[in-house]
């Protein structure tokens, strides 16, 4: 179907996802309201602990993400100008976790395995395939393929058209370019996610892991950078676009230094592993620190390409303040 503006009415699919986008917050909302019952399982789970810091950090991350993929989806059933955007920072962030998660997974599938069927004895081999398995499948799905299909939706013109037949008056998303806007909104949420992250942090810093107050401190700050840069480049302030090159850089150089210096056993400790399970992990010996290394390098890569092909936004700074 065509309308007016010899676009294809895409107001079929934004309500369809639009629907999917807010059962898909509401699941959020409730995987973060579960956190509560988590101590629940610690006197049936062999080794399982866990603390109120955990807790809280669970609950507000997942509740927070919830809110806001609901009010994305209410945005695309409503067809508003600016839930392209929108969802298409939903779909770029949640790809780029779901790889990241994915590298990890197959990376420290054998680790994985182990953690798993640690309460199992002796379990045959068909065991641990299924294992395998279980870890993969939704690493897979619902972190390649669910984002993969929101792009897919959200990226045509006819969508923004769409949208723009039904709202015709421009609206806060029509300030900077959509490139810019996704861009400087995934900053602004990952800034407004480290503050429950800061209440357990692990953060690698230069050679080392930050935890407790300084850990905290340190994530509440990088956090506030994050939320400063996403606000400037939605101004198309030249500084913001600097101080995101800027910052990629410095974060690829702590995060490859401290997978470099930092033993695994480490990690497992700060992130308050039990001990047993420290043992059995370690058992397997040191794993390659080189996929988790030329992952962090490749992203810093397409960041600073990303920069590149969108600084012509920013060269008019002058002029526009003159306007």
Same mark, same amino acid.
């Given at each position: 179907?065509?309308s &007016?503006?010899?676009h294809?009415?895409? =107001?079929v699919?934004?309500?369809?996802?639009?629907v999917l986008?807010?059962l898909a =917050?509401? +699941?959020?909302?409730?995987a973060?309201?579960s956190?509560?019952?988590?101590?629940?399982?610690?006197d049936? %789970?062999? *080794?399982?602990? @866990?603390?109120?810091?955990?807790?809280?950090?669970?609950v507000?991350t997942?509740?927070?993400?919830g809110v806001?993929?609901?009010?994305? $989806?209410t945005g695309?059933?409503?067809?508003?100008?600016w839930?392209?955007?929108?969802m298409?920072?939903? =779909?770029?962030?949640?790809?780029?976790? $779901?790889f990241?998660?994915l590298?990890?997974v197959?990376?420290?599938?054998? *680790?994985?395995? @182990?953690l798993? !069927?640690?309460?199992l004895?002796d379990?045959p081999?068909? /065991?641990?395939?299924? %294992?395998?398995w279980i870890?993969? %499948?939704?690493?897979?799905?619902?972190g /390649?393929?669910t984002?993969l299909?929101?792009l897919?939706?959200?990226?045509?013109? *006819?969508?923004? &058209?769409?949208?723009?037949?039904?709202?015709?008056d421009?609206?806060?998303?029509d300030?900077c370019?959509?490139?810019?806007?996704v861009l400087?909104?995934a900053?602004g949420?990952?800034?407004l996610?480290?503050?429950?992250l800061?209440?357990?942090p692990?953060?690698?810093?230069? !050679?080392?892991l930050?935890? !407790?107050?300084?850990?905290?401190a340190?994530t509440l700050?990088?956090?506030?950078?994050?939320?400063?840069i $996403?606000?400037a480049l939605?101004?198309l302030?030249?500084?913001?676009w600097?101080?995101a090159?800027a910052s990629?850089?410095?974060?690829?150089?702590s995060t490859?230094?401290?997978?470099? &210096?930092?033993?695994r056993?480490?990690w497992?400790?700060?992130? *308050?592993y039990?001990e047993?399970? /420290?043992d059995?992990?370690l058992a397997? !010996?040191?794993?390659?620190?080189?996929?988790g /290394?030329?992952a962090?390098?490749?992203?810093?890569?397409?960041?600073l390409?990303?920069?590149?092909? @969108?600084h012509?936004h920013?060269?008019n &700074?002058?002029?526009? +303040?003159?306007?």
């Amino acid at each position: 179907m065509t309308s &007016e503006g010899a676009h294809r009415d895409r =107001g079929v699919r934004l309500r369809l996802f639009g629907v999917l986008t807010i059962l898909a =917050g509401v +699941g959020s909302v409730l995987a973060g309201l579960s956190h509560m019952a988590l101590p629940l399982l610690a006197d049936s %789970i062999p *080794d399982f602990s @866990i603390t109120a810091s955990q807790i809280a950090t669970g609950v507000i991350t997942f509740v927070t993400i919830g809110v806001v993929l609901i009010a994305c $989806g209410t945005g695309s059933m409503r067809e508003r100008r600016w839930v392209r955007p929108a969802m298409l920072t939903v =779909g770029w962030s949640w790809l780029f976790v $779901g790889f990241a998660t994915l590298g990890f997974v197959v990376t420290n599938l054998d *680790d994985l395995t @182990i953690l798993a !069927g640690s309460g199992l004895a002796d379990q045959p081999p068909e /065991i641990e395939t299924l %294992i395998r398995w279980i870890l993969l %499948i939704p690493s897979l799905g619902f972190g /390649i393929a669910t984002p993969l299909l929101i792009l897919w939706a959200y990226a045509g013109e *006819d969508v923004l &058209e769409t949208c723009r037949a039904k709202h015709p008056d421009p609206d806060w998303s029509d300030r900077c370019p959509s490139t810019v806007l996704v861009l400087a909104l995934a900053l602004g949420f990952a800034g407004l996610l480290s503050f429950p992250l800061a209440l357990r942090p692990v953060l690698p810093w230069f !050679g080392d892991l930050l935890t !407790g107050l300084a850990g905290s401190a340190a994530t509440l700050v990088t956090g506030g950078l994050f939320v400063w840069i $996403g606000w400037a480049l939605f101004r198309l302030k030249q500084s913001g676009w600097w101080a995101a090159g800027a910052s990629a850089i410095v974060v690829a150089v702590s995060t490859v230094w401290t997978l470099l &210096e930092t033993p695994r056993a480490t990690w497992y400790r700060a992130l *308050d592993y039990p001990e047993r399970q /420290i043992d059995l992990l370690l058992a397997s !010996g040191e794993p390659a620190k080189w996929p988790g /290394i030329v992952a962090t390098i490749a992203f810093t890569i397409v960041t600073l390409l990303y920069l590149a092909s @969108i600084h012509r936004h920013f060269r008019n &700074e002058s002029k526009r +303040g003159q306007v």
